[in-house]
């Protein structure tokens, strides 16, 4: 079974698009979606209404339950802009994201950790920064998670670690932001490196699962220059260049 992994679209049509046109490309039996889908200010209306018909087994990240929960006063601009441009069907298609998922025999979905859509699976913030979470610390977050392949998405990062049990932890990077400032627990940065919007193939075989990252042009300066119109240079700049 090959199954293609999108997370953290963050409503950016354009890059969605060209991610959906190399899956159609690839012969894909099955395709994931692991949240945090239209906040941001591009195209949140638009993103949800190329999605709603696909149906992929898609979980809730902390953008979803932000906009679910938040009163507006509480939100950031990010959730503010597509809370502004949802209509009814999105704000329902959102409410029946499960927090995790377990899509096929095996795999197990989720945004952040099984226990938290904040936390972040595959990174530790301190007071340094952000650095790759040592093996031990991924097995701590994923106890009682016995699944053969763990999908997170989060921190935009394309990253995959093997675990000792045999466990695979996958992070298929970001679709549609490629870097990001934030500030808990610690301030941190993240940033992929070059604006490509990323996604993963997995594909089960007889002897466990094999991945492949993929790293897809698209025009990310219509993107830039539309965030820059609804008034979010840093968006602009993170997509441009994957930096921040």
């Known amino acids: 079974m090959r199954i293609a992994v999108i997370a953290d679209i963050h ?29 941001g200010p591009l195209q949140p209306a638009e993103t949800a209404d190329r999605l709603i018909p696909l149906q992929f087994p898609t979980v809730s990240g902390n953008h979803e339950r ?68 040592s093996r031990i610390e991924v097995m701590e977050r994923l106890a009682g998670c016995p699944s053969s392949l763990i999908l997170c998405g989060h921190t935009h990062l394309q990253r995959c670690v093997q675990l000792a049990d045999g466990r695979t932890v996958l992070n298929p990077g970001s679709v549609g932001l490629q870097a990001y400032d934030a500030k808990w627990p610690h301030p941190h940065q993240i940033q992929s490196g070059s604006p490509h919007a990323r996604y993963a193939l997995v594909e089960r075989a007889a002897d466990g699962w094999s991945f492949e990252f993929l790293q897809i042009e698209y025009d990310w300066e219509s993107a830039a220059t539309r965030a820059e119109t609804n008034g979010r240079p840093d968006w602009a700049q993170a997509l441009r260049t994957g930096t921040n």
């Open 11 to 39: 409503g950016n049509l354009d890059a969605l698009d060209a991610v959906l046109a190399d899956i159609g490309r690839r012969n894909v039996d099955l395709a994931v979606n692991l949240g945090d889908t239209v906040s």
């Open 66 to 133: 932000q906009l679910l929960t938040l009163e507006r006063d509480k939100m950031g601009e990010s959730d503010l802009f597509a809370a502004a441009h949802l209509k009814p069907d999105h704000w329902n298609w959102l409410s029946s994201f499960p927090k995790i998922a377990k899509p096929v025999e095996g795999l197990y979905l989720c945004h952040g950790t099984p226990d938290n859509d904040a936390d972040y699976l595959l990174e530790t913030v301190d007071e340094s920064g952000c650095r790759p979470a």
